[in-house]
């Protein structure tokens, strides 16, 4: 396995710094000062200095989320700094180092797991180096904490089974990309671009964004599953159909599971999580929802999403509960994905201002009308890749795949390879002749 992993740990560094040569020492440099700390931090615990460790465990958590504060938050402060005070402090316009609000946050739950007595010390900086610069999931997610491979990066299983069904995974999630979101993508530029401003045009926007930005994300979230399980490892799931949601709660629990799980371990919990008066459970939910919207982006939109997030939470977990009970279920889907899409408004605005614009065209407040040349001829033009996203981001073709396995078993032995042979065609071909198109969640 020593050799299976220096591999790995070579081709993942080489991949990192193919993409970032400028940030490379910096993913190093990050990642051996948690692995240090957690040695001093493992040595002071097993001399009983439980004080000492905390104070090394808080320096840890400091160094770690420096790095970050300064590549993704330097500039908003400083432009607040010279709101609030009319002064024109510079800017200092630093490239976001790529996956840093990932490896920062992988970094950091093993240290603290590691104070909290939940998994052993890893001695090996490259074991560990290699946990954390894992090439699949180091750029977008999902954020992969140490206990949940722990067990996997000095033994685990490779057949040909496994590598055939995380290829089958990757190629799944090249087709979400390549074939469903960035053809979205294009209705969504196209739809920026007229600034028809009509009701028909606000709503085709952002419900082709959120299949978007779903395909995005969780395509890129089955590449990472699949190659990951084609070395050896089985990550966790970082979506499960999160658009059939009867309300946000069940949201967030399908959507980016490995973040909101994070943000629940490591700040709603220690916080006091549920099992404190109904003031301080308030301020943990806000805190929590108002640092989730932080982690995204450094823009006051995004902490307007979160805040947003967080009172719908904390409007279903004291007000809505009661009513949900007897609330047929299609309402309760219709209420969840409005929210959600209202959500996404803020989520994509750069702006508050034109967040509450996008959003007052959607309920008919300064419209151009009804419908507009422009929005009535996209949504022609993408009748048919739409109504796919909106099958696929429920169970149903899974569903349909395993009832005919079970029904047909011999004849889709021989049509599922045919059909993940073609996607893997036509996708080669969309990239051939397409242009760059980054995952949407590179820049966070």
Known sequence: MTWRNGVLLFFSLLFYF????????????????????????????SRGAVKAAKLALAASMAVGAAGLAYYKYADFFIQNVNTVFGISLPLLRLTLPIGISFY???????????????????????????????????????????????????????????????????VAGLGKKVLIANVLGELVSFLKDTGEGTFLSAWLYIITYAFHLYFDFSGYSDMALGMARMFG???????????????????????????????????????????????????????????????HGAGWSFIAWGGY????????????????????????????????????????????????????????????????????????????????????????????????????GGLMAIIEPLAVGAVLLIVTAFLVDGSFNPFIYFRF
Not at 268 to 287: D, M
Not at 365 to 393: C, E, H, K, Q, T
């Open 104 to 170: 920062t946050f992988q970094v950091l739950s093993y240290v603290i797991d590691l104070y909290r007595g939940r998994t052993a010390v890893q001695r090996n900086p490259l074991t560990f180096l290699l946990y954390v610069s894992f090439f699949p999931a180091l750029i977008a997610g999902p954020i992969v904490r140490y206990i949940d491979v722990e067990k996997m990066l000095p033994a685990r299983d490779h057949s040909w089974e496994r590598f055939s069904s995380g290829a089958r995974r990757l």
């Open 309 to 408: 997030f967080g009172l719908l939470l904390l409007a279903e977990k004291f007000i809505l509960a009661k009513v949900f009970v007897n609330m047929p279920v299609l309402l309760r889907h219709i209420y969840a994905m409005l929210a959600v899409l209202c959500g996404w408004v803020l989520f994509d605005s750069p702006g508050i201002g034109d967040a509450l614009a996008q959003l007052g065209n959607m309920f008919g407040f300064g419209v151009n009308g009804l419908a507009g040349p422009d929005s009535l001829y996209y949504l022609r033009s993408y009748m048919i890749p739409l109504l796919i996203a909106a099958v696929g981001s429920t169970p149903l073709p899974k569903k349909t795949f395993i009832w005919l396995s079970e029904k047909q």
């Open 233 to 295: 490892f089985d990550l966790l799931e970082n979506f499960n159909y999160p658009y059939i949601s009867k309300s946000i709660t069940e949201f967030w629990r399908r959507w980016h599971i490995s973040l909101s799980t994070w943000f629940r371990d490591y700040v709603y919990i220690p916080l006091g999580g549920n099992r404190v008066k109904s003031a301080r459970h308030i301020f943990n939910i806000l805190t929590v929802w108002l640092l989730t919207g932080f982690w």
């Open 18 to 45: 193919w993409g970032g040569p400028k940030f490379f020492g910096l993913l190093i440099a990050q990642t051996m000062s948690g692995w240090l700390f957690a040695l001093l931090i493992h040595r002071l615990l």
